[in-house]
């Protein structure tokens, strides 16, 4: 399943391991690989371009982008402030 591109896209980092877990969310290879770097460094992919997680995933800026697009986002940039802002009330609940 993918999103509806009429739905909002994910709120959370929770949600997509949610919809993964659920296999209500499923990727084909090349971008599973990806999201898998995301999901186990997002304090990392939140500062990074779309190119330097290309870079570390050794894949193309492309199959970053698609993966994005995969999940319910129009931009790389919009992905990376959802999971800024995952950081940010993850750390504000530690204090």
């Known amino acids: 399943?993918?999103?509806d591109q009429n739905s909002p896209p994910l709120s959370?980092?929770?949600?997509?391991?949610?919809?993964?877990?659920?296999?209500?969310?499923?990727?084909?290879v090349g971008l599973e690989r990806v999201a898998?770097?995301?999901l186990e460094t997002p304090d990392i992919t939140a500062f990074e371009?779309?190119?330097a997680v290309a870079r570390r995933c050794r894949v193309s800026p492309t199959t970053v982008h698609?993966?994005?697009?995969?999940?319910?986002?129009?931009?790389?940039?919009e992905f990376r402030a959802m999971i800024r802002e995952h950081l940010r009330s993850t750390a504000a609940n530690h204090r």
């Open 49 to 51: 371009s779309a190119a």
């Open 1 to 3: 399943m993918v999103p």
């Open 36 to 38: 898998r770097e995301i």
């Open 12 to 28: 959370t980092l929770q949600e997509l391991k949610r919809l993964i877990a659920s296999r209500r969310l499923v990727f084909p």
């Open 66 to 77: 698609r993966l994005v697009r995969h999940i319910g986002f129009q931009t790389f940039g």
